[in-house]
């Protein structure tokens, strides 16, 4: 179904409804799916018109960056300038809920990239624990630009229903994944170089990933919880 003002489609989370959404993504529509989080609204990284249209179904102010989801951890080194800094906080906590902010490859889009306070272009990266997700990811270049699906401050969507019942618009389809485990979101946190800030906690306590960044990196230069 066209994406704007229609009804979205509602699709089973099987290998049809799979391949539906794929198509749909690829021809610039914007659809709604599961994460191991909330249910996210995605667009495809190759596809501007749709990355525009992520702001207008999310009435998401245009200056916060979309984040990317991952089909797989190889793709970490297509997205990131700096893959290395991210191995450890990966292996240990990824396919799962950690937001990792990063310098972002040069070329990206603009919708995708912040710029930090030292002036440097970040990118934030996740491979998501849901099949789902990561089978729409895998479908589609290997990643996806994927914001919450609610509209902009109001509670996150925890299921079809809730997506469906929150008007969003611009949405083509919603593959129906069943509950998902939030409202609590990811745990959002920026690495550079042996540099280790928490940004948001959420799923993964923020102490967790500060352990584990110390015994890779030693003592991080933390700065203490903002919000993103």
Not at 22 to 47: H, K, Q, S
Not at 150 to 167: D, E, F, R
Not at 168 to 184: K, N
């Amino acid at each position: 179904m066209a994406s704007g003002d229609s009804t979205p489609s509602l699709l089973a989370p099987t290998d049809a409804g799979i391949a539906s959404a794929v198509a749909l993504l690829a021809r610039g529509e914007i659809i709604a799916a599961p994460t191991d989080t909330v249910y996210g609204l995605a667009a495809r990284l190759d596809r501007p018109d749709a990355l525009r249209r992520l702001f207008l179904a999310k009435g998401r102010p245009g200056a916060k960056a979309i984040p990317l989801l991952l089909g797989d951890v190889n793709v970490v080194a297509e997205m990131s300038g700096e893959p290395r800094a991210l191995v450890a906080l990966a292996e240990a906590f990824w396919p799962g809920a950690l937001t990792i902010v990063t310098v972002a490859r040069p070329g990206l889009p603009s919708e995708v990239v912040t710029v930090d306070e030292r002036g440097a272009e970040t990118v934030a990266l996740r491979l998501p624990d849901n099949q789902i997700m990561r089978a729409l990811c895998q479908h589609s270049g290997g990643v996806l630009a994927v914001t919450s699906a609610n509209a902009s401050g109001k509670a996150p969507a925890t299921s079809a229903a809730a997506v469906l019942s929150a008007g969003l618009r611009q949405l083509a389809a919603v593959v129906d994944g069943g509950q998902t485990p939030g409202p609590l979101p990811s745990t959002i946190v920026s690495v550079a170089g042996r540099d280790l800030h928490i940004i948001r906690e959420g799923v993964i306590p923020g102490a967790r990933v500060v352990n584990v960044w110390q015994n890779v990196n030693g003592e991080p230069g933390m700065r203490g919880m903002i919000s993103r």
